[in-house]
């Protein structure tokens, strides 16, 4: 386990803050300007839990495990490895999701369909692996 970890600076914080902001504001707007209100919405609407949820992450330190930890730049070795892991699973059932949407897709499967399908089985595994990983040390 290192011990030479520094948190996070303040500066560093506010500007991935600013530049989270930015990117969620660009979609919404480039989603409101081509017609896609529902996309915009949901833009807005997830970014502001996304964010609300890192400066949780980021008041409380690095107490509250593998996530806050990670938020305030003190992963150690284990935590990267979980997450490295967590991100191969993830990317393995997003890949077998997107084979079996591509031949659903032959039966009537809509686009939206398969894009959900994928998005949803990548996050999903993604926070099971971290969760299984996490607890069994």
């Known amino acids: 386990m290192s011990t030479d970890a520094q948190p996070a600076p303040l500066i560093a914080k506010i500007a ?20 896609n209100d529902s996309i915009g919405k949901g833009a807005i609407f ?26 305030n730049g003190l992963a150690d070795e284990r935590d990267d490895r979980i997450l490295t892991h967590a991100f191969a699973h993830s990317a393995f059932a997003m890949g077998a999701a997107a084979i079996a949407s591509l031949i659903a897709s032959f039966y009537g499967l809509p686009a939206a369909g398969v894009a959900g399908i994928v998005l949803w089985a990548g996050l999903v595994t993604f926070i099971a692996s971290v969760v299984i990983q996490g607890r069994r040390g």
């Open 46 to 71: 997830g970014g502001a839990i996304t964010l609300a949820a890192i400066l949780v992450l980021w008041a409380v330190g690095s107490r509250r495990g593998l996530a806050s930890r990670t938020a």
């Open 16 to 35: 991935g803050a600013t530049a989270a902001v930015a990117a969620v504001t660009a979609i919404a707007l480039v989603a409101y300007a081509t017609g």
